[in-house]
């Protein structure tokens, strides 16, 4: 049996909850859409996941989303995440650094990697997305957040 917390150090350090904005960007750096955002990153005991992720997402228009992700570590010490909307894997890259790959299941040919760091201090974390289509860069997403709780 794995315990996620000791296994993968650095994604424990984000458990709880984050608040920020999400700026996506096209290749010349014009805002393309801005998104409020909250995200609660849980380790649940006695679930039949090792981690789950509640994004929610709301619009200055009032549009609002929320998307529940789950994550199984596997053997080959990294996060397997899939929902009815995507699929992915988290690995750690060092004492501050994560990466994720996932991709759309709705979205042919189009797959994303973000570098998520968490401060020394665990309150701020900032994430860069890469989205690629045809193996081509086409946007960014621009994450800055904050502890909530």
């Given amino acids: 049996m794995f315990d996620i917390r000791k296994e993968m150090t650095v994604l424990s350090r984000h458990a709880g909850e984050w ?3 999400y700026t996506v ?6 805002v393309l859409s ?6 609660s990153c ?6 039949s996941y090792h981690y789950y992720q509640i994004n929610r997402y709301s ?6 989303d929320e998307y529940h992700c789950p994550g199984t570590y596997q053997e080959d010490k990294k996060l397997w995440m899939e929902s009815d909307r995507f699929q992915g894997q988290v690995w750690e890259v060092d004492n501050n650094t994560i ?22 201090c665990n309150n701020y974390r900032s994430r860069t997305a890469h989205w690629f ?7 960014r997403t621009l994450i800055q957040e904050e502890r909530f709780k």
């Fill in 19 to 21: 608040v920020g904005i």
């Fill in 25 to 30: 960007v096209d290749l010349e750096a014009k």
């Fill in 34 to 39: 801005t998104r409020q955002s909250h995200i």
């Fill in 42 to 47: 849980l380790f649940p005991e006695n679930e």
């Fill in 59 to 64: 619009w200055d228009d009032g549009k609002k």
């Fill in 99 to 120: 990466i994720m790959k996932f991709s759309y299941k709705n979205i042919p040919d189009v797959y994303l990697y973000e570098m998520i760091q968490i401060s020394p």
């Fill in 133 to 139: 289509k045809n193996n081509q860069i086409y946007q």
